[in-house]
Every structure is written in C-alpha cells, then in structure tokens.
C-alpha cells in the first residue's frame, strides 16, 4: 500500500491538475490527473497529442487538454455514443482500451490493444509522440498495461496518468502481481511524480485485514523522452 500512494513529488518541479469535478463528503475534485510542466517534459502546446481512454460524459480533462493547445483522442465504448468529434480538436471514439482487438460480448463493445489503435490513428497524427496518456477505465488497466509494455508502445508515451483501482477481496498474491506491472513501468523508463488516494472509494481490505483506498490517481512522465 506504500508503493501505490508513493508520490516521489521532488521528481517534478511543477505540477499543475487538468480536470475533476467537485465532489462531496468529503468535499475535493475527483478524477483530476497531473501533468509535469517542467519544460523538458511539457506537452507543447499547438503541438501536443493526448489520448484519453475513460470518458464516462465528463470531458472536464479533455476540454482541458484542449485549451492548453492539445489535439485530443478520445476513447469510451460504454457510453454507447457513435464516434464523432466532440468539439474541433477533440475526437471520441466508441472504444475500449484491452490487450488485444476483440469484441466484449457481454457489454457489446468493441475492444482494442493501444498499439492497434495508435497505428489506425497514424493517418490523423502521424507517428507523433502520446504527449499524455490517460487511462481510467474501471480495472481494464490491469490487462492493458502488460500488453503497452510487451508491444513497445511505451517509448511512445512522454506522459501518462492512470487511475488504478483496487479490489477489497483480493489476497496479497493479487495485490503484488498489480504493484509489480507498475513497476515495470518504472523499470522501462517512466518517472512516477505524483499519487493521490481516492477519498471517495475507501474501506476494509478484506483478505489482509487492513483498510485503506481502493483507487489511486498516478502519473509518470517518460525519462527517456526528455526534450532538453
């Protein structure tokens, strides 16, 4: 539980948070993710690409990215909204994040792995650097990071800002296989920088015995990817 609320803040010098909605008891923003705005690793505004897997009819981190000057992908099949352009530079499409292209026949969506998505994209923006990736998308993350990693796709993310969620019934076993991709993440290269605990979604850890959050926003950035 200490390797998921590690902030290693001192990693970024500035931070600023794109996104959230207020919310009560206790009253804070949910659902907002950092970004690092130190200048070798700031998205580039005019010039930036963001994919935002997660959407769920708040677009509060998207309308963001989109006005720091950011052309933004994103990504939501549980909405059972037909892909279109949600304004001029953000674009949504009605599907899921996975490890690999396939069709969930229990939810009828359309899931997909991030380097076949990438790849269909290319004839919008080009081989271009993921300049933030965010992913919030309810436990999936768990089966789609491993893939991100095995594909390579992370060398083409500078940013990334995941909200990883944790089940109270499962056994420590569980709970070191999860802290375990995340660290490969920070093994292959990403810089975590900043961690929150969601105050919304607290209670007992069943299995061990111990209580706590059940979901934490975390962002890196891309050590090898440094602009400067």
């Known amino acids: 539980m ?63 990215m989109e006005q720091y000057g950011c052309e933004v992908f994103a990504f939501d099949p549980s909405m059972n909204v037909e892909s279109h ?10 599907w ?39 992913i919030d998308i309810e436990f999936y993350e768990w089966i789609a990071l491993p893939q991100i990693l095995k594909s390579g796709m992370l060398s083409k993310v500078r940013q990334m800002g995941i909200e990883v969620h944790l089940d109270h019934r499962d056994n420590i076993e569980k709970y070191r296989e999860w802290a375990k991709i995340l660290r490969s993440l920070e093994n292959g290269g990403m810089i975590r920088f900043d961690s929150k605990h969601n105050p919304w979604s607290v209670g007992n850890f069943t299995e061990i015995g111990l209580w706590g959050s059940f979901g934490h926003e975390i962002a890196w950035y891309n050590g090898k990817l440094s602009q400067s």
């Open 2 to 64: 200490q390797y998921f609320t590690w902030t290693n803040h001192s990693s970024c010098l500035l931070t600023h948070d794109f996104g959230g909605e207020i919310r009560k008891n206790p009253t804070g923003i949910a659902g907002q993710k950092a970004v690092c705005i130190d200048p070798n690793v700031a998205p580039q505004p005019n010039q930036c690409l963001v994919y935002s897997f997660g959407i769920d009819n708040e677009w509060s981190f998207d309308e963001y």
């Open 85 to 94: 352009d949600h304004s001029p530079r953000i674009h949504f499409y009605n």
């Open 96 to 134: 899921g994040l996975s490890n690999q292209d396939e069709h969930n026949v229990f939810e009828n969506w359309t899931m997909r792995s991030l380097s076949s998505i990438y790849e269909s994209l290319v004839i919008h923006h080009g081989h271009s650097i993921i300049d933030y990736l965010k």
